[in-house]
């Protein structure tokens, strides 16, 4: 994304490398509202904020994300495991100079 910086495709490249992280690189079990655990369907990404600070770029993003509520798995269980829409917002500190990036779950 870094490289995308100051192009009209800067947004897009960010979705699209975002999308791609790992369920782990992202606070998404910290974000869940309804379900216990994150599910391994694909996030959606949405750009919400864009600053260019001295060192870094500051962006602020939506994911969409499915959360699971896990039963205990048996038979006769009532609330077997369902996928719930969650959603949390993330700050992406970019390092203009290394790309390295840090996220952080905004509340």
């Excluded at 192009?7 to 490398?17: D, I, R, S």
């Excluded at 309804?34 to 001295?54: K, M, Q």
Aim: a negative charge; hydrophobic letters at 40%.
């Amino acid at each position: 994304a870094l490289r995308a910086w100051g192009t009209p495709e800067f947004e897009a490249v960010l979705k699209q490398e975002v999308a791609q992280l790992d369920a782990g690189q992202l606070p998404l079990q910290q974000g869940l509202s309804t379900g216990n655990y994150v599910s391994d369907a694909p996030i959606t990404v949405s750009v919400n904020r864009v600053t260019e600070l001295e060192n870094i770029i500051r962006v602020t993003a939506g994911v969409f994300y499915q959360g699971i509520i896990g039963g205990c798995s048996c038979t006769d269980d009532p609330t077997p495991a369902s996928d719930i829409n969650e959603y949390c917002a993330v700050q992406l500190d970019i390092d203009l100079v290394s790309a390295s990036t840090a996220v952080v779950l905004l509340t």
